[in-house]
T-cell receptor, first 112, second 113 residues
């Protein structure tokens, strides 16, 4: 698949447990952050986003936390299911631009 | 609503040949973006259209790449002539009115041999 050659950190969690995927960003001028889920052979799928004037945002089974002090973003998935197995990417956008800067991704494996 | 579509899903060409990738954004989305992931690297921005106008081409690697969006609907990305290092997955994304919530297509896997 397209991840060959890209050494991704892997998070393995038991089905039903909560998952926390972390992401560090580098630009203090970033004003928008977004999480994507990518399954094999598919494009990145929007999960949840957050603007820099917030520190927490919740969706269905997912929560994004933003800590601007340490430039850290996390994605929490509650009650992880087998269908959550995928590669998760965080991306940031700098104020005044439209382009996203992607992280390397984290592979989530859900163990039955 | 239909999502972002891309064609072809996979293209295998020889070095020196030309390839044209097509992207159809979500209907009504003024903003269209091209990104790519080459082997072993992160997804990287290539360029951004607002309707038919190029707003940001800062990610285009060189002048072998040409993107167009005539009429402000679908977009094409032409690589001419293709080089081995162009191999990767090319993604298209679109957003409605601003930079937020960019929705991605399934990508075109380009293999240059």
């Amino acid at each position: 698949g397209e991840s060959v050659g890209l050494h991704l950190p892997t998070l393995s969690v038991q089905e039903g447990d909560n998952s926390i995927i972390n992401c560090a960003y580098s630009n203090s001028a970033s004003d928008y952050f977004i999480w994507y889920k990518q399954e094999s052979g598919k494009g990145p799928q929007f999960i949840i986003d957050i603007r820099s004037n917030m520190d927490k945002r919740q969706g269905q089974r997912v929560t994004v936390l933003l800590n601007k002090t340490v430039k850290h973003l996390s994605l929490q998935i509650a009650a992880t299911q087998p269908g959550d197995s995928a590669v998760y990417f965080c991306a940031e956008k700098t104020s005044g631009t439209y382009k996203y800067i992607f992280g390397t991704g984290t592979r989530l494996k859900v163990l039955a | 609503e239909a999502g972002v579509t891309q064609f072809p899903s996979h293209s295998v060409i020889e070095k020196g040949q030309t390839v044209t990738l097509r992207c159809d954004p979500i209907s009504g989305h003024d903003n269209l973006y091209w990104y790519r992931r080459v082997m072993g690297k992160e997804i990287k921005f290539l360029l951004h259209f607002v309707k038919e106008s190029k707003q940001d081409e800062s990610g285009m690697p060189n002048n072998r790449f040409l993107a167009e969006r005539t009429g402000g609907t679908y977009s094409t990305l032409k690589v001419q002539p293709a080089e081995l290092e162009d191999s990767g997955v090319y993604f298209c994304a679109s957003s409605r009115h601003g930079p937020y919530e960019q929705y991605f297509g399934p990508g075109t896997r380009l293999t240059v041999t």
